[in-house]
């Protein structure tokens, strides 16, 4: 493609979002599923204007892909505004761990006993299949940083952890790749250095970074009164940068550094302002930065304000808004671009896949795991079904393909993947609206 034509695509999809923008509310699709479309209609099924291989592509789609979770990651931290302790991680907790194991093995069962795929690369679509994405699950996230319901709360949470913690299953089934069905020798040291070590090292490089710079921050805008003229956008980048960087030079996960990174900054501004309200949307209202109206319970007048609550709420305002602006624009990029490829990696193979992953793998792990004091029968149905995969299966299968994948094994690997997740944009993207409609229907009807 020229940078005319790529030009002319790029203006043409976002004019496109942004006139249709007011009927997709009323509509049974997302975002995605209409880059999805659009990306088929500039591809081999179209238009043919784009042809990419991915496999030649691998290494800056990584790149790509990467950078999309990361901020993702980051932005889904900043939301989560309760304590580590409260009941609603609970099911955030079994979600990113035991229902992500039970969702390994069982696409690895289907792959190896349904598509005699071999026990190596099942294992590997398991971990790269498993984990739910950040990225595209924006509309089962929480909404904001007062929103504590169990069935989002417990989505953000999945989304925020398990793409850190499939990141080790992902090396280990490479590892069974490239050293044989027969050799074992490496698993006590991927064990130490991925499960014992980048873990846990991980999660607590973010938060310590994290609630370390939130608590500076605030402290020095406070003192030097420029609480509304520092450049927050520099202070995000910055944070997942430092927390990346360092998680992955002492051998840990970036993905679990970034997203504590996000939570760590959230309760910093918790601890400094004492609040039960979120600070920006105590300070939004009289700096102007608010699309809409206050809530009621908020502050609205400037000598109201105490200085920890300015200072916390323009920071973490305008890093919300600043991550959602590149989160959304990521997703539109990398969604029209799996689109475009797609038809030329279909294969039908993977709706059975597909299926059996979304209608019973899933569904039936979080009604197995999860007690029902935590979620209730229709909330762990809607949790079952929102398992949404996307952005970070792909770069998981960027990072594959890099990192010693075989020829013999790249084309099964890649079109399985990319039909799995075209599938889960396609019928999560129809659905996730209605039955979210009709959850918080539910919801307000329900006595407290």
């Not at 099942?122 to 595209?136: I, K, R, Y």
């Not at 997203?259 to 400094?272: D, I, Q, S, Y």
């Amino acid at each position: 493609m020229s940078f005319i034509l790529c030009m002319t695509v790029l203006g043409v999809l976002l004019m496109l979002l942004a006139l249709t923008s007011s009927y997709l509310r009323w509509l049974p699709v997302t975002t995605s599923a209409v880059c999805l479309a659009f990306g088929a209609g500039i591809g081999p099924w179209g238009l043919a204007l784009v042809e990419l291989d991915i496999h030649d592509a691998r290494h800056w789609l990584e790149r790509l892909t990467e950078v999309a979770v990361l901020f993702s990651l980051f932005n889904t931290g900043i939301k989560l505004r309760l304590p580590l302790n409260r009941k609603a991680w609970h099911s955030a907790y079994l979600l990113a761990v035991p229902v992500m194991l039970a969702s390994i093995v069982g696409v690895a069962l289907v792959a190896h006993y349904l598509l005699d795929v071999p026990w190596a690369i099942a294992l590997l679509l398991g971990a790269m299949l498993s984990p739910t994405d950040p990225v595209l699950a924006g509309m089962v996230q929480v909404n904001h940083a007062q929103d504590f319901d169990r069935v989002r709360f417990g989505l953000s949470g999945e989304a925020g952890l398990n793409d850190g913690t499939a990141f080790p299953f992902v090396i280990f089934a490479l590892l069974c790749v490239s050293h044989g069905a027969g050799d074992f020798s490496w698993v006590q040291g991927w064990l130490l250095k991925n499960i014992l070590w980048g873990v846990p090292v991980g999660l607590l490089i973010g938060y310590g970074l994290g609630r370390g710079v939130g608590h500076l921050m605030i402290y020095l805008r406070i003192r030097n009164a420029d609480s509304t003229t520092s450049p927050n956008d520099f202070l995000a980048l910055a944070l997942i940068a430092m927390a990346y960087v360092v998680a992955q030079g002492l051998g840990a996960f970036g993905f679990l550094s970034v997203f504590a990174a996000g939570l760590g900054l959230r309760h910093a501004e918790v601890r400094t302002t004492g609040s039960d309200v979120p600070a920006e949307q105590v300070a939004r209202p009289v700096l102007g930065h608010m699309d809409s109206e206050p809530q009621a319970g908020t502050v609205t007048r400037h000598d109201e304000l105490s200085q920890s609550q300015l200072a916390a709420g323009v920071m973490m305002g305008d890093m919300l808004a600043f991550g959602s602006l590149v989160e959304r624009a990521m997703e539109v990029l990398l969604i029209t671009l799996l689109g475009a490829v797609v038809a030329s990696y279909w294969d039908w193979h993977a709706v059975g896949l597909g299926l059996a992953l979304f209608c019973v793998i899933r569904p039936l792990s979080v009604w197995l795991i999860i007690r029902g004091s935590l979620l209730t029968r229709p909330q762990k149905a809607l949790v079952g079904w929102f398992g949404i995969r996307g952005i970070g299966t792909l770069f998981y299968l960027c990072y594959a393909l890099a990192h010693g994948l075989p020829e013999e094994s790249v084309k099964t690997t890649v079109s399985l993947t990319l039909s799995v997740v075209a599938l889960s944009i396609l019928l999560h993207g129809i659905s996730i609206q209605p039955l979210l409609e009709r959850y918080e229907r539910s919801m307000t009807k329900a006595p407290r």
